[in-house]
């Protein structure tokens, strides 16, 4: 059993940062890979970056060259920077996670790719 907690979310101006972490529990996290996900109000919860056990990246295209996705296994936590926010990048975001040996695993981008999901921290972008 993985549990994963988000923090780092809040309110910024458009063109601004923010740092995303995603700290999880458990003693085989360099094995899982981990997801970001976002979801806006009225909206399906869509991919935005996942990195693999062996860190390997993938982005949305709609976040590309503007947030990066990176591990510190040491400290069991992802994290996601987020650079040039814009309005649109407001939403809830989820981090999620899945082992190597998951029937989905090769779903890196797709929800159901993961077995393991957070709470959710909320992310305001302001024109």
């Known amino acids: ?55 390997g990246t993938y982005y949305a295209d709609a976040v590309k060259g503007r947030f990066t996705i990176s591990r510190d296994n040491a400290k069991n936590t992802v994290y996601l920077q987020m650079n040039s926010l814009k309005p649109e990048d407001t939403a809830i975001y989820y981090c999620a996670a899945r082992s190597n040996s998951y029937i989905y695993a090769a779903f890196v981008t797709q929800r159901k790719g993961y077995n393991y999901w957070g709470q959710g921290t909320q992310v305001t972008v302001s024109s």
């Open 1 to 55: 059993q993985v549990q994963l907690v988000e923090s780092g979310g809040g309110l910024a101006q458009a063109g601004g940062s923010l740092r995303l972490s995603c700290a999880a529990s458990g003693r085989t996290f360099s094995s899982y890979a981990i997801g970001w996900f976002r979801q806006a109000p009225g909206k399906e919860r869509d991919f935005v970056a996942a990195i693999t056990s062996s860190g």
